[in-house]
């Protein structure tokens, strides 16, 4: 299983960042599985951002909740991150992750950058 983020490296103050996961060699669909997305910033550990699992259901960190939807396209096989309202305590390496139980397959990551 190979996954891959792509977005934009920098994004503005307040803008909304947006990030896609492609997923190869496994189903967005397979049951009992959850598509994660998490970030690090700088200097700091690993934060869970929130998840969509087999069956299309979300969940999300209370303290992003209200900024963020993930969405998947299953024709793509893709999962997406929408984060609004972006500030410097955005910046961090973004990570979409495989799900079977235990944290499985890591995309390489994506570093995203808040400017002012």
């Known amino acids: 299983v190979q996954l891959q983020e792509s977005g934009p490296g920098l994004v503005k103050l307040s803008q909304t960042l947006s990030l896609t996961c492609t997923v190869s060699?496994?189903?967005?669909?397979?049951?009992?599985?959850?598509w994660i997305w998490s970030r690090q910033p700088p200097g700091k550990g690993l934060e869970w951002i929130g998840h969509i699992g087999s069956s299309g259901s979300t969940s999300y960190s209370p303290s992003l909740k209200s900024r963020i939807p993930i969405s998947r396209d299953t024709s793509k096989n893709q999962f997406t991150l929408q984060l609004s309202s972006v500030s410097p305590e955005d910046t961090a390496v973004y990570y979409c992750?495989?799900?079977?139980?235990?944290?499985?397959?890591w995309g390489q990551g994506t570093q995203v950058t808040v400017s002012s």
């Open positions: 060699g496994d189903s967005l669909t397979t049951n009992n599985y959850a």
């Open positions: 992750v495989h799900y079977y139980g235990v944290w499985g397959y």
